[in-house]
């Protein structure tokens, strides 16, 4: 079964400073999908960015951005010029792909709370 | 477009109560997914429907229940309540073809067993 690890259950940052959240996961599968979701005090999940197995490249969204070693099973993300709204709990999550009859829930992590210090 | 709504917002119940919980996805998507976050459990998934039949199912007692109507629309149904349902109850579309294939969350459902 595909697990998900968050070793960081509390991180903080300062304002307009870099801070990077660490994944891990451990699957058999060469196909998948890896998600960051933010979960800010009002509760709403909200999807931060993803990354497709098959993709080499780094995905990027404006400030956030990730570094997906799949060899090494690692999925980070970093966060650059943080700001206070970016104060949240962040989910790891892995998904397997729905084609092929295979199950596509959402694999989550214990997720990390980020503060960030004006 | 609009988001995934779900109602009601907030529910409390006592034990041995049911309960049912709504869920509107996005205009358009047609997988419907339910998750429990719990403290002590986190976020576990409960089951995923998609046109209208039960595709996918977590580890949870058969308390547990869900439906998906023919507008996409989903519900799922909790009987007799015990202490360790009270959890946020969190419903996710998605659009399910083979290219986008993220799950857009609602607001939750936070449900208090007493």
């Known amino acids: 079964a595909q697990t998900v690890t968050q070793s960081q259950p509390e991180m903080s940052v300062q304002e307009a400073e870099t801070v990077t959240l660490s994944c891990t996961y451990d699957?058999?599968?060469?196909?998948?999908?890896l998600f960051w979701y933010k979960q800010p005090p009002s509760r709403q999940m909200i999807l931060v960015i993803r990354q497709e197995a098959y993709k080499q490249q780094n995905a990027t969204e404006n400030r956030f951005s990730v570094n997906f070693q799949k060899a090494a099973k690692s999925f980070s993300l970093k966060i650059s010029d943080s700001q206070l709204g970016d104060a949240a709990m962040y989910f790891c999550?892995?998904?397997?792909?729905?084609?092929?009859?295979?199950?596509?829930?959402?694999?989550f992590g214990k997720g990390t709370k980020l503060s960030v210090k004006p | 477009k609009a988001g995934v709504t779900q109602t009601p917002r907030y529910l409390i119940k006592t034990r041995g109560q049911q309960v049912t919980l709504s869920c509107s996805p996005i205009s358009g998507h047609r997988s419907v997914s339910w998750y429990q976050q719990t403290p002590g459990q986190g976020l576990q998934f409960l089951f995923e429907y998609f046109s209208e039949t039960q595709r996918n199912k977590g580890n949870f007692p058969g308390r547990f229940s869900g439906r998906q109507f023919s507008n996409s629309r989903s519900e799922m149904n909790v009987s007799t309540l015990e202490l360790g349902d009270s959890a946020l109850y969190l419903c996710a579309s998605s659009l399910v073809d083979l290219v986008q294939e993220t799950q857009y969350f609602g607001p939750g459902t936070r449900l208090l067993v007493l």
């Open positions: 699957t058999s599968e060469s196909d998948y999908y």
């Open positions: 999550a892995y998904r397997r792909p729905y084609y092929g009859g295979s199950q596509g829930n959402l694999i």
